[in-house]
């Protein structure tokens, strides 16, 4: 974890995916939320525990563990519109 200060400005950079301290998810990337740790909560979802980054009393971005879903329409979709994308079988042989 990394951590930015205990009031870092986040007006022009916002705090990215295990960065801290946060006040509100305001204060975080687009799709990250602000943990609200407890002193009896150590672990914030998706990041390492521990280190000198790690500050007991601060709150850290993290992304949702729903977030980490793909979203199969959206793949196919954005395979559909990049050639480089493409597998090539066209060296493929069968056998049956």
Do not use: W
């Not at 687009?30 to 521990?50: D, Q």
């Not at 709150?59 to 395979?79: G, H, T």
């Amino acid at each position: 974890m990394i951590n930015k200060g205990s009031n870092p400005d986040t007006t022009i950079t916002k705090l990215g995916q295990c960065e801290g301290n946060c006040t509100s998810s305001s204060d975080c990337d687009t799709g990250l939320i602000c943990s609200n740790r407890s002193e009896f909560e150590l672990k914030v979802h998706g990041c390492a525990f521990g280190g000198t980054g790690d500050v007991k009393e601060h709150n850290y971005c993290y992304k949702p563990p729903n977030s980490y879903k793909f979203d199969k329409a959206f793949i196919e979709a954005k395979l559909s519109e990049d050639e480089d994308l493409q597998p090539d079988i066209s060296n493929t042989s069968f056998h049956v």
